[in-house]
């Protein structure tokens, strides 16, 4: 069983609709696509196309792009009309988006940034599989809890969250997070995910590609949490 079937098997008890929510492309289409392409799509990849494919059930809806085989396969057909919003080498559209900013896969190693006309910018994701999981991770076991708050901050860079965790304990813990779960320090990327869980919580924290603190809390007690977060960073609770 690939690591697409295994989050469709995982979460299922979580969400009942889930086997009519989602659907998988078939050989057929996944080869177009590749063909398309004109790149050998990487393993991974081609997993999560054979379970979402088609329709992922809502699972990537907060990335402003569509990753279904058919809208890929149209956005690769307006290559010749458009080829500066294309990047060249090793880099393939995985999220079609809008004027020209898309998600785009490295597909030797994995890496997904976002591409704006043809330039990779933004890092997103050490590789497409982990991406679908913190995503299915928000989406089943925060988003889906009776209690759970998500806050968002507009903090400009992960440099500037850390300069700030002195403010208090709990923006110290914030920059814990940053450094237990991400890169190392003289590495930082704009763009950083961590998943975690205390004794009664669960929490997800990302910094977003407009440079913005995400905070997720789901639990026992994640009002609460969400709250107090919020008022130290000055977020807003959604």
Request: charged share 25%; with cysteine; aromatic share 10%.
């Amino acid at each position: 069983m690939s690591w697409a079937h295994e989050i469709k098997e995982k979460y299922r008890c979580i969400d009942e609709n889930l086997d009519n929510s989602v659907l998988g492309a078939s050989d057929k289409e996944i080869n177009e696509l590749q063909d398309t392409v004109g790149k050998k799509l990487p393993e991974d990849y081609v997993s999560f196309l054979e379970v979402f494919g088609i329709n992922d059930g809502g699972l990537l809806s907060s990335i402003p792009a569509f990753t279904d085989v058919k809208n890929l396969i149209l956005t690769y057909e307006e290559i010749d009309e458009f080829p500066e919003d294309f990047p060249e080498g090793d880099w393939m559209i995985v999220g079609a988006g809008h004027a020209g900013i898309d998600l785009a896969m490295n597909v030797s190693n994995g890496l997904v940034h976002y591409s704006s006309c043809g330039d990779i910018g933004q890092f997103y994701a050490d590789s497409f599989k982990k991406l679908v999981c913190q995503k299915a991770y928000v989406k089943y076991e925060i988003l889906s809890c009776a209690e759970s708050v998500h806050i968002s901050s507009s903090v400009k860079s992960v440099e500037e969250c850390l300069k700030c965790y002195n403010k208090n304990e709990t923006y110290k813990e914030i920059s814990r997070m940053l450094r237990e779960f991400g890169p190392p320090i003289d590495e930082l990327c704009d763009q950083i995910r961590i998943v975690g869980e205390g004794e009664n919580i669960k929490y997800f924290a990302e910094i977003t590609e407009q440079g913005g603190l995400m905070l997720y809390f789901g639990g026992y007690g994640a009002d609460k949490a969400g709250q107090r977060y919020a008022k130290i960073i000055g977020a807003n609770i959604n």
